[in-house]
């Protein structure tokens, strides 16, 4: 009996992981997506493509239940989610992939945060050290200890990427009380989700410019990798691993989407690599460590 749970919190910890790093890829796909999409056009059909996608799937296995239990706390999460999306796209065309990685995942620290009073969760030594360590990690790869480099985005980007860290934190908090024990049930959240996260990005659709329909072959490319590969797949696999971690732990294992983000950034954006990066780099990865070795005494405890 305790392998088998044990084994539980390992697939629990390896999915928000994985979900981190297909995350990770988002952040360059987005900046090279901005320079022809406008940024209301491009969360619209991303998010488009991706309800299709999911309604499609849902609809084929049969499991698409149009009986929705919690209406008020799905229409939360959709508004959130839609929120921190487009203070997203809009932000991030004056600044740097790796400054919008920064900014949007200090939503770990809002989670630590808020956890406690929404949630009722601990907030024990380990945790502290663990959430410390991931932000000095975002904070070593993001800036390499050049603090100058924070100026060089204007501030009312800079600003909304924060706000938008701030969504996320409040969406990752309140999915913890959606969250159902079956797979059938992780589907139905991430469809109805997903559905009401596009009912709320429509109406800002009149603020995109021209050429709305009108998308190249490689605009259509970064929509449908941001919208599967960036959302679909990894909100499936962060659903299915918060059912057995706690918000805080959840997102402090998600900072692996910022190793992903600079690493993808320096491949793709041709942004330099530092000693610094490498030092961030081991700090996230010891604060993966020090999260997952808690969830695992107090397992042992239990």
Known sequence: MPNSLFSTKSKAVFFTILAGILWGTSFPIIKIGLKTIDPFAFVFWRFFVSTVALVVIMLLLRKLEFRITDKKMLVFLGAANAAGYLLQYVGMPYTTAAKAALFINLSAMWVALLSPKLLGESFSRKKIVGVLFGL??????????????????????????????????????????????????????????????????MPFTVLSGPGFFDLSVWAWLAIIWTAIVCWVIPYYLWLEGLKHLSASTSTVLLLS???????????VLKEPLTVFSTVGAFFIILAITLVSLRDKMNHEKS
Not at 148 to 170: E, K, N, P, R, Y
Not at 181 to 187: A, H, K, L, P
Not at 257 to 267: F, K, R
């Open 257 to 267: 989407e910022i190793v992903v983000a600079v690493i993808a950034s320096v491949i």
């Open 136 to 201: 000095m990690g975002v904070v070593f790869v993001s800036t390499n200890l050049d603090f100058s480099t924070l100026s060089q985005g204007q501030l009312a980007g800079d600003m909304l990427l924060i706000v938008s860290g701030f969504a996320w934190a409040l969406f990752m908090i309140y999915n913890k009380k959606l969250v159902m024990n079956s797979t059938s049930g992780t589907f139905q959240s991430m469809t109805w989700v997903l559905i009401l996260t596009l009912l709320s990005i």
